[in-house]
């Protein structure tokens, strides 16, 4: 006998299946960042996906919230998942991988990211964003203080990224 959820067509159903394809569709476009990393769905709601739904309606899912993993770099489940807005869902992601400084735009006169000369003040300027916001900007006479406050600015916020 075929048991129906009910949950067909919903956008609950949306989420979950896009969750399988993340972790489960080698061909998905996001599998790298999940089931290429390992990331797997528990066998709780790969296995009878009602209780999926029954979490989801249990644990605060409602139109306009999206599911979000707590840590990560763990699995969907119920003890790791939580349904949340897009700011906080987009802060609550992977750094992207540190850059360095030596990776400059082309144009670069100083060859370091973030490390700029102003004509208007002929001074060297050093700028860096972490997590939206600003954490250094500094004016210097030579380019070599610049750099220098530009690479111990990423070692403080970029090492153990």
């Given amino acids: ?92 992601r992977n750094p992207r991988k540190a850059w360095i400084s030596d990776q400059a735009r082309k144009d670069s006169k100083s060859g370091i990211r973030g490390v700029s000369f102003d004509k208007s003040k002929n001074v060297w300027v050093a700028k860096m964003q972490f997590n939206h916001k600003e954490v250094l900007n500094g004016k210097f006479e030579r380019m070599e203080d610049a750099v220098k406050a530009r690479k111990e600015t990423e070692e403080k916020y970029l090492i153990n990224v």
């Fill in 1 to 92: 006998m075929n048991r129906t959820h009910g949950m067909s067509q919903t956008k609950l159903d949306w989420v979950f299946d896009a969750m399988k394809q993340r972790c489960l569709n080698p061909d998905n476009k996001d599998y790298h960042n999940y089931g290429g990393r390992g990331i797997k769905i528990c066998d709780e709601w790969l296995e009878d996906s009602t209780n999926f739904f029954h979490w989801a309606l249990n644990n605060g899912y409602r139109e306009g919230l999206s599911i979000d993993r707590i840590d990560n770099n763990d699995n969907y489940s119920p003890l790791n998942c939580r349904w949340t807005d897009w700011k906080t869902q987009a802060n609550n």
